[in-house]
């Protein structure tokens, strides 16, 4: 499923191996993401010239057959320098579009540049996205800003934008 590939500024990508799951579970916790459902065979790691993780990202496949960019995190001193960028192109790579992603709304400008739609209405969705977007809505009761969620859709290579 993994390619090793080179990020920008000297920073490789690689398959997370199990000696990963420590460290992936801790990044993920650190940075207030769900810590449910991390299994290190989906991640991708980022990692610096020393071979120190500074990111991850898992490809996660639901049982309704949809497929998640899940767990996207770069630790803050590398944030701002391509490095998520690179675990979304990555992850875009993968066999099978469409992808989906669950993100706060505030992130969502971050994903429509690499051609994530936000999808509003439940219909468009697949079942696990249906329910997780019922969920958040239950516990929201803030329906006059509209949910906080963001749920996004990349239906494949045609959806990126020009450069």
Known sequence: MHNETTAPAGIRLRP???????????????????????????FTLAVDPAGAMIG??????????????A?????????RRGVAAALVHHIQQQPGPPL???????????????????????????PYFRRIQRLVGLFSRRAEHG?????????????LPAT
């Open 16 to 42: 997370a191996g199990a000696s990963d799951q420590p460290a992936i579970k801790q990044l993920i916790r650190d940075a207030q993401l769900n810590p449910m459902g991390l299994a290190w065979r989906r």
């Open 56 to 69: 991850c990202v898992q490809y996660k496949p639901h049982r309704d057959g949809s497929c998640e960019l």
């Open 71 to 79: 767990s996207l995190v770069v630790v803050r001193a590398w944030q």
């Open 100 to 126: 989906w992603l669950m993100c706060g709304r505030p992130l969502a400008p971050f994903y429509r540049q690499f051609g994530f739609l936000l999808v509003d209405d439940p219909a468009g969705m697949p």
């Open 147 to 159: 949910s906080p969620l963001a749920i996004m859709h990349w239906p494949g290579p045609t959806s």
